[in-house]
């Protein structure tokens, strides 16, 4: 590979060796961070829009996914004043830069639902945007209408819907996710539609590994199981539920969607609560420093849930947990009010549900909170 150089020592390629060796997470996201501050200072086009796209990815994929709300809208601004950007050495597979921003767009439209501070108006005009650059590059509204039908699934069952049988009329193209990624949502739909016999007959092909996703065979099946253990734990049918959630504890990735341990809060405090508390005092404190709005409405919901129970099956009104001064709560005996607990999480989560409902013209979120705790 004949490396680039300029005459101010700036190697991209060394920066990009050097972040890529580091473990993902918030080390790795500076590294980027620094990476994008050189290609600005160069001027160099094809990685100040590629540095970027990595800060996307590491975000969306390792984080919390607010790094990369926050960086893309300057990934359009730098593609639409230089159009015909070329993709870098390290996109192969893409035409040029416009191909791979079209790429990661998608994961925006997946997100901006997700995130309060996003204002409606702006997150429709994030889709009309995605539409017109889509048509004009090309592709067709396959992906569009994909993650219009996820946009709604919160805010409106009957656009949800329309566009979800868009998206099924739509041939694929070069700009759809992959086979097993579309194939798990597909199912993840007909189980919320109570198509019990449908969902299980479009799962075969996960669950044989004939329809795989990554470089880990094992994704796409754990995807389907974590959208089957969802399914139960709605339903509240934790026993069924619990079967997932012991094959995602024992088969969990790196990948933080799979580490659902406010999910196994929740089931194993209606099965098991000696396993369910363990669970709260090995992972309290993360779940205390989440910043993606969606997760920390469900895990302080799930941990409401669980305190709720513990509330109920404990004759003590006190628990002892061994939690530090960065505890709003904090007690130095150790000692916590059960019913303080409840009421700190149930707080938690309410505020949030009411700025997501607020947001989208909505009752989803708060009536969700009120039926999971009835």
């Known amino acids: 590979m004949n490396e680039k150089y300029t005459a101010d020592g700036y190697f991209p390629e060394e920066i990009k060796r050097a972040f890529e060796a580091l473990e993902h997470g918030n080390a ?33 994929f390792y984080g919390d996914c607010m790094d990369m709300m926050v960086i893309f809208p300057q990934v359009l601004a730098i593609a639409d004043r230089y159009p015909d950007t070329p993709a870098t050495c390290y996109e192969p597979g893409y035409l040029d830069a ?37 048509l004009a590059y090309g592709y067709n509204l396959r ?7 996820l946009f709604y699934e919160k805010i409106d069952p009957v656009k949800s819907r329309e566009a979800f049988h868009m998206f ?52 796409a099946w754990l995807r389907l199981k974590r ?14 539920a619990e079967t997932y959630c012991h094959i995602l504890e024992r088969q969990r ?14 089931c194993y405090a209606y099965l098991n609560m000696g396993k369910a508390l363990r669970i709260y005092k090995a992972h309290w404190k993360e ?30 009104a006190t628990i002892k947990l061994s939690l530090d001064p960065a505890f709003p709560l ?18 938690r989560a309410r505020e949030v549900a009411e700025r997501f409902d607020e947001r989208n013209g909505s009752h989803y979120y708060c009536n969700q909170l009120t039926e999971v705790l009835s």
């Open 227 to 240: 959208h089957y253990m969802q399914h139960y734990l709605g339903r509240r049918e934790f026993e069924e």
């Open 143 to 149: 992906p569009y209408y994909y993650y219009l039908y």
């Open 98 to 134: 416009m191909d791979h921003v079209l790429w990661v767009y998608k994961w925006i439209l997946e997100e901006c639902c997700n995130f309060y501070q996003v204002p409606m108006a702006d997150c429709l005009k994030f889709f009309e945007d995605f539409r017109r650059r889509s």
């Open 168 to 219: 099924e009329q739509i041939p694929r193209d070069d700009n759809c996710d992959c086979r097993a990624c579309e194939r798990n949502t597909i199912i993840d739909f007909y189980l919320q539609q109570g198509q019990m016999e449908r969902a299980k007959e479009l799962s075969a092909e996960i669950e044989n590994f004939d329809l795989t996703c990554g470089h880990d065979k094992k994704e």
């Open 287 to 316: 779940w205390l420093e989440e910043r993606h709005p969606s997760t920390i409405f469900s895990v302080n919901r799930n941990i409401t849930c669980f305190f709720k129970k513990l509330q109920q099956e404990r004759k003590q």
């Open 28 to 60: 790795k996201i500076a590294a980027i961070r620094s990476a994008i501050e050189a290609a600005d200072a160069s001027d160099d086009t094809p990685f100040r829009i590629y540095f970027r796209l990595e800060l996307c990815r590491e975000s969306c």
């Open 253 to 266: 990735m790196k990948d933080t969607e799979f580490q659902r341990w406010d999910d196994f809060l929740y």
């Open 330 to 347: 904090y007690e130095e005996s150790g000692q916590y009010s059960i019913a303080s607990l409840y009421r700190f999480y149930y707080k």
